[in-house]
């Protein structure tokens, strides 16, 4: 079953806005993390925010998490043209797991 | 910085033939990962690897796939008998931690492309 998956697939905004992403998941979890991928690119991680932690800042990155709704979100404040990316949250499945389970992403454009 | 290190970066193959993808994790790490994007796709998990061994793998990764760690420090993809839907970008990972519990750090890929 699907894991992570991004909302929306694909967001356009200003420079000088906010960006707001938002992922969800099926399964309990022990941390859900954010990464960013450029055109191209590896992936970067940004931010890891545990279960038991509702909401973290970064610099202009602030991630909130509600596990009772199985949801996070990623604001970055003060978008520059440099945030052009695909950015995707990525869950461990619970009971054990290693591996990281990444979502579809979004693909976010800041317009100059 | 430490960083993962892939190569080949792009690699052309034809159909049928076995390729090699090797890594070069980082150095003090211990959970090694492949994961792999086709164009536009989602990142998919693959095969975790840790103490010599495979710790947890997907559906993707069959018989068609292995993994080695065959000294302190490279990591290698082996891919046999290539298929046209192999074609994808191929990510190494490496953490300190498993991936529940701390961050991956990805290499920048290799490219493989089966014709």
């Given at each position: 079953s699907q894991q992570g998956e991004e909302d929306p697939q694909a967001l356009s905004i200003q420079e000088g806005e906010n960006a707001t992403m938002n992922c969800s998941y099926k399964t309990s979890i022990n941390n859900l993390q954010w990464y960013r991928q450029n055109s191209g690119r590896g992936l970067v991680h940004l931010i890891l925010i545990r279960s038991n932690e509702r909401e973290k800042h970064s610099g202009r990155l602030r991630v909130t998490l509600d596990t009772s709704k199985k949801s996070s979100s990623l604001l970055i404040t003060?978008?520059?043209?440099?945030?052009?990316a695909s950015y995707f949250c990525a869950t461990d499945s619970g009971q054990g797991a290693q591996k990281l389970v990444f979502g579809q992403g979004t693909r976010l454009t800041i317009n100059p | 910085e430490p960083e993962v290190t892939q190569t080949p970066s792009h690699q052309v193959t034809q159909m049928g033939q076995e390729v090699i993808l090797r890594c070069v994790p980082i150095?003090?790490?211990l959970y090694f990962y492949w994961y792999r994007q086709i164009l536009g796709q989602k990142v998919e998990f693959l095969v975790s690897f840790y103490n010599n061994e495979i710790s947890e793998k997907s559906?993707?990764?069959?018989?068609?796939f292995s993994v080695e760690r065959p000294d302190g420090s490279n990591f290698t993809l082996k891919i046999r008998s290539?298929?046209?839907?192999?074609?994808a970008m191929y990510f190494c990972a490496s953490s300190a931690q498993t991936g529940a519990t701390g961050e991956l750090f990805f290499g920048e890929g290799s490219r493989l492309t089966v014709l």
């Amino acid at each position: 079953s699907q894991q992570g998956e991004e909302d929306p697939q694909a967001l356009s905004i200003q420079e000088g806005e906010n960006a707001t992403m938002n992922c969800s998941y099926k399964t309990s979890i022990n941390n859900l993390q954010w990464y960013r991928q450029n055109s191209g690119r590896g992936l970067v991680h940004l931010i890891l925010i545990r279960s038991n932690e509702r909401e973290k800042h970064s610099g202009r990155l602030r991630v909130t998490l509600d596990t009772s709704k199985k949801s996070s979100s990623l604001l970055i404040t003060a978008s520059r043209a440099a945030d052009t990316a695909s950015y995707f949250c990525a869950t461990d499945s619970g009971q054990g797991a290693q591996k990281l389970v990444f979502g579809q992403g979004t693909r976010l454009t800041i317009n100059p | 910085e430490p960083e993962v290190t892939q190569t080949p970066s792009h690699q052309v193959t034809q159909m049928g033939q076995e390729v090699i993808l090797r890594c070069v994790p980082i150095s003090n790490h211990l959970y090694f990962y492949w994961y792999r994007q086709i164009l536009g796709q989602k990142v998919e998990f693959l095969v975790s690897f840790y103490n010599n061994e495979i710790s947890e793998k997907s559906e993707i990764f069959d018989d068609q796939f292995s993994v080695e760690r065959p000294d302190g420090s490279n990591f290698t993809l082996k891919i046999r008998s290539t298929k046209l839907e192999d074609s994808a970008m191929y990510f190494c990972a490496s953490s300190a931690q498993t991936g529940a519990t701390g961050e991956l750090f990805f290499g920048e890929g290799s490219r493989l492309t089966v014709l």
